[in-house]
């Protein structure tokens, strides 16, 4: 079965692009022209991926992202954000949102297909940790790929299916610093790029799931001009700040 994407851009040459090419990429597309009738579509159908512009009448692209996040249908649906918005912060709130992935209005074409097959890939759902017949586990942490949680200070805690492979790739080298180029190719799966931002926000979702103390994190280590180390402590005694809370 051909993998099924839903567009849900307001420009219909934009989306009439987009389908031509994934369709001759080999994918099944249905298109939405706004952000009710995308949300609604998204919600009926349960699609492989959503492409999401941000710049939508009657409902913006933030806001369809949060509600697909917060519904147990398209909680998992990966979603590749599409705008014409360029400032750093506009990417930051896209994640926040809940997006997997953003690309910048032009795009190349092989970029955008590149960035599918990369959601695809890694959604498809098998992170990498999932080749691993045992369950990885350090100290306190223990990683469940199956269900993308983590037994954290032997409390289970559900992980989005990025923050997940990016704790799996921490957890690979643990102790070791990870530049944000090595982050970028094994979590998201394509060739490196600058857009450090991506990794950012979602090293500081990861630390307000995981760190008892967010602002001044222990475990997920920020080694600056250098990337990210994850530290743990060889016990599972749970964190004094844990504790307390």
């Known amino acids: ?78 979603i590749l954000m599409l705008t014409a918005l360029t400032q750093t912060q506009d990417k930051v709130e896209g994640f926040n949102a809940g997006a997997d992935d953003y690309l910048t209005k032009p795009f190349e074409l092989e970029e955008m297909l590149a960035r599918v097959r990369a959601l695809l890939r890694r959604t498809d759902r098998i992170p990498q940790a999932a080749k691993h017949s045992e369950i990885l586990n350090y100290g306190p942490l223990t990683l469940i790929p199956e269900r993308f949680e983590v037994i954290w200070f032997e409390k289970i805690v559900k992980l989005t299916h990025l923050e997940f492979d990016l704790i799996h790739c921490l957890l690979q080298r643990h102790g070791q610093t990870v530049s944000p180029q090595e982050i970028l190719k094994e979590v ?4 490196p790029n600058d857009d450090i931002e991506t990794i950012r926000v979602h090293v500081r979702h990861l630390r307000t799931k995981l760190e008892p103390d967010p602002r001044h994190p222990r475990f997920i280590k920020t080694v600056y001009g250098a990337g990210y180390c994850l530290e743990l402590p060889a016990e599972s005694r749970v964190p004094v700040a844990a504790e307390e809370a």
């Open 1 to 78: 079965m051909k993998p099924n994407i839903l567009v849900i851009d307001d420009d219909p040459n934009i989306s009439e692009l987009l389908s031509i090419n994934l369709e001759m990429a080999g994918y099944e597309v249905s298109k939405a022209e706004d952000g009710l009738k995308g949300q609604a579509l998204a919600m009926q159908m349960v699609p492989d991926l959503i492409m999401l512009d941000l710049m939508l009448p009657r409902v913006d692209g933030f806001t369809v992202c949060q509600r697909l996040r917060r519904d147990d249908r398209t909680s998992d649906v990966p």
């Open 188 to 191: 998201w799966g394509y060739d």
